[in-house]
């Protein structure tokens, strides 16, 4: 029922507009009604002060009261005129109706006439004594009530005790009316209400469309793309408009595919890498093999393709191994544990170990390193491999006769190890990817015949273990280098915490 977002927006908008609006017509309707019934209530006593005061009297104490101690011949005596003044009353206040009764609660005088009056004017006998002694006992009464004779109707009551000179209650005033609430009104600010309700609807759903459509939209190319990602296709593209979350995540989501992109051609590198790597060296040495057994090699020449077919085997031992390097780094089996080595006397046995190579292109070395021995803290066969890796890159990658240099510097507590070579250098289009999987800057595989490209991914997962850095600059065609940190610690460090 609730499968699109416009659905979900439209029905939430909804359910707050209902809400909304029986909350405004509750508080709406209550206000009225209490505004009405404080304006009958000043009205009531109004109609209650004028007939007292046509009733009463100044006595010699200056107070107002009846100026004659038999209150039921008053009654009968002047009734004729006092109902002819709730009359006029009557007309000019609008539904008001007024008795008198004695101080027995028993009605002595209304504005009721004949059975023929009309309906909503009250014909009753007796008030509830309850009524009558709050009014003697409080000086005035206000509620609403269901009067006796009146039917289910509810009346709102206002009541003064009358007094005459010799006793302070001898009868009481009732004033009272039925219409104290505002049905029209009342009416009229609902649909009013309702109406406001039902423009705001229609404005709602229509600014909900269009945003709903802003926001699904991307949306839904995305759940496209993602549909051809699945199919194995990453050349589409999400369209961008605006600068918004939803522009955001579709910039990212299109990162996201070129990455994928760029992730799935790595891939399909490093499977012919492989291919070519694992195919190569099987088929030279099936063909040595084959050749000895069968006799087309002779046995003086038998050492020589021996050493050939050792050496194959290395090399598809290296490519097994750093397959294997990888699947436990990626799984998190490969612990590294940290420990103090000197890194200078690493760098000079590594750079020892390529001598031969060094010397059959005649490069110019350097080493720089601010001490004789300088102490890192680290996994020492981790970083080794790391060092090996890049120093023996740099003399693959190096031109003939060209500089190589090796640089170790103290800088902020953390040692940079440089290795730097003039040479082929890489591309600025491929230097963001040097340290993907299955990268290779020799796409034609004349200087590096035996990588497959995953040295440099293994050794920047290696840093980031160690949470270090390793960055490459280079300018293709003159030089390239290649730089790691590592935590540096002093001898009188490892002293103290032994």
Request: hydrophobic share 40%; with cysteine.
């Given at each position: 029922?609730?499968?699109?977002?416009?659905?979900?927006?439209?029905?939430?908008?909804?359910?707050?507009?209902?809400?909304?609006?029986?909350?405004?017509?509750?508080?709406?309707?209550?206000?009225?009604?209490?505004?009405?019934?404080?304006?009958?209530?000043?009205?009531?006593?109004?109609?209650?002060?004028?007939?007292?005061?046509?009733?009463?009297?100044?006595?010699?104490n200056g107070q107002n009261a009846l100026?004659?101690?038999?209150?039921?011949?008053?009654?009968?005596?002047?009734?004729?005129?006092?109902?002819?003044?709730?009359?006029?009353?009557?007309?000019?206040?609008?539904?008001?109706?007024?008795?008198?009764?004695?101080?027995?609660?028993?009605?002595?005088?209304?504005?009721?006439?004949t059975e023929s009056a009309p309906s909503?004017?009250?014909?009753?006998?007796?008030?509830?004594?309850?009524?009558?002694?709050?009014?003697?006992?409080?000086?005035?009464?206000?509620?609403?009530?269901?009067?006796?004779?009146?039917?289910?109707?509810?009346?709102?009551?206002?009541?003064?005790?009358?007094?005459?000179?010799?006793?302070?209650?001898?009868?009481?005033?009732?004033?009272?009316?039925?219409?104290?609430?505002?049905?029209?009104?009342?009416?009229?600010?609902?649909?009013?209400?309702?109406?406001?309700?039902?423009?705001?609807?229609?404005?709602?759903?229509?600014?909900?469309?269009?945003?709903?459509?802003?926001?699904?939209?991307?949306?839904?190319?995305?759940?496209?793309?993602?549909?051809?990602?699945?199919?194995?296709?990453?050349?589409?593209?999400?369209?961008?408009?605006?600068?918004?979350?939803?522009?955001?995540?579709?910039?990212?989501?299109?990162?996201?595919?070129?990455?994928?992109?760029?992730?799935?051609?790595?891939?399909?590198?490093?499977?012919?890498?492989?291919?070519?790597?694992?195919?190569?060296?099987?088929?030279?040495?099936?063909?040595?093999?084959?050749?000895?057994?069968?006799?087309?090699?002779?046995?003086?020449?038998?050492?020589?393709?021996?050493?050939?077919?050792?050496?194959?085997?290395?090399?598809?031992?290296?490519?097994?191994?750093?397959?294997?390097?990888?699947?436990?780094?990626?799984?998190?089996?490969?612990?590294?544990?940290?420990?103090?080595?000197?890194?200078?006397?690493?760098?000079?046995?590594?750079?020892?170990?390529?001598?031969?190579?060094?010397?059959?292109?005649?490069?110019?070395?350097?080493?720089?390193?601010?001490?004789?021995?300088?102490?890192?803290?680290?996994?020492?066969?981790?970083?080794?491999?790391?060092?090996?890796?890049?120093?023996?890159?740099?003399?693959?990658?190096?031109?003939?006769?060209?500089?190589?240099?090796?640089?170790?510097?103290?800088?902020?507590?953390?040692?940079?190890?440089?290795?730097?070579?003039?040479?082929?250098?890489?591309?600025?289009?491929?230097?963001?990817?040097?340290?993907?999987?299955?990268?290779?800057?020799?796409?034609?595989?004349?200087?590096?015949?035996?990588?497959?490209?995953?040295?440099?991914?293994?050794?920047?997962?290696?840093?980031?273990?160690?949470?270090?850095?390793?960055?490459?600059?280079?300018?293709?065609?003159?030089?390239?280098?290649?730089?790691?940190?590592?935590?540096?610690?002093?001898?009188?460090?490892?002293?103290?915490?032994?």
């Amino acid at each position: 029922m609730f499968k699109s977002v416009f659905t979900k927006y439209i029905s939430a908008i909804i359910l707050i507009l209902f809400v909304s609006f029986i909350i405004l017509a509750t508080v709406l309707s209550s206000t009225i009604n209490d505004y009405a019934q404080d304006a009958k209530s000043d009205s009531l006593v109004q109609v209650a002060n004028t007939v007292l005061g046509f009733m009463y009297t100044r006595d010699g104490n200056g107070q107002n009261a009846l100026a004659v101690n038999d209150f039921n011949k008053y009654i009968s005596e002047r009734g004729e005129m006092l109902r002819s003044v709730i009359y006029a009353l009557d007309v000019y206040t609008e539904d008001i109706d007024a008795f008198i009764t004695d101080a027995s609660g028993n009605v002595l005088l209304s504005n009721y006439v004949t059975e023929s009056a009309p309906s909503e004017v009250i014909n009753i006998n007796k008030v509830p004594m309850k009524i009558v002694d709050a009014v003697i006992k409080n000086g005035s009464y206000t509620g609403t009530d269901l009067i006796e004779g009146s039917g289910n109707t509810k009346y709102l009551v206002y009541a003064l005790p009358i007094r005459n000179y010799s006793n302070p209650a001898c009868g009481v005033l009732f004033v009272c009316t039925s219409n104290f609430s505002i049905p029209e009104l009342n009416s009229s600010m609902i649909n009013t209400v309702v109406m406001s309700c039902l423009w705001i609807l229609l404005a709602t759903m229509i600014a909900v469309y269009f945003i709903s459509e802003r926001i699904t939209s991307p949306l839904k190319y995305m759940s496209r793309a993602a549909k051809s990602f699945a199919q194995g296709r990453f050349d589409v593209r999400v369209p961008v408009a605006g600068y918004d979350e939803i522009s955001e995540l579709a910039v990212a989501f299109n990162t996201m595919a070129a990455s994928l992109a760029n992730s799935d051609e790595l891939r399909r590198s490093f499977l012919a890498n492989v291919s070519h790597d694992l195919r190569t060296p099987m088929t030279t040495i099936s063909g040595f093999i084959d050749g000895i057994i069968d006799g087309t090699i002779p046995p003086e020449k038998h050492e020589y393709y021996l050493d050939i077919i050792r050496n194959e085997v290395r090399r598809l031992s290296r490519l097994v191994s750093s397959l294997l390097d990888i699947t436990r780094i990626q799984a998190g089996e490969r612990k590294f544990t940290k420990s103090a080595f000197d890194i200078c006397e690493m760098a000079r046995v590594i750079l020892i170990s390529f001598e031969q190579k060094i010397e059959e292109k005649k490069l110019d070395v350097e080493f720089v390193c601010d001490s004789d021995k300088m102490l890192a803290w680290a996994d020492r066969d981790a970083v080794y491999q790391i060092l090996y890796n890049i120093c023996d890159n740099a003399v693959k990658f190096s031109a003939q006769g060209a500089k190589y240099r090796i640089t170790i510097s103290e800088k902020a507590k953390k040692l940079h190890i440089s290795v730097y070579n003039e040479g082929q250098g890489i591309k600025e289009e491929d230097l963001p990817y040097v340290f993907d999987r299955f990268y290779k800057s020799d796409k034609s595989r004349g200087l590096d015949k035996t990588g497959v490209g995953l040295g440099m991914y293994i050794a920047k997962t290696i840093i980031d273990a160690h949470e270090e850095t390793i960055s490459v600059k280079s300018e293709y065609g003159k030089f390239c280098e290649f730089t790691f940190t590592l935590s540096y610690i002093r001898e009188a460090e490892i002293k103290k915490n032994k």
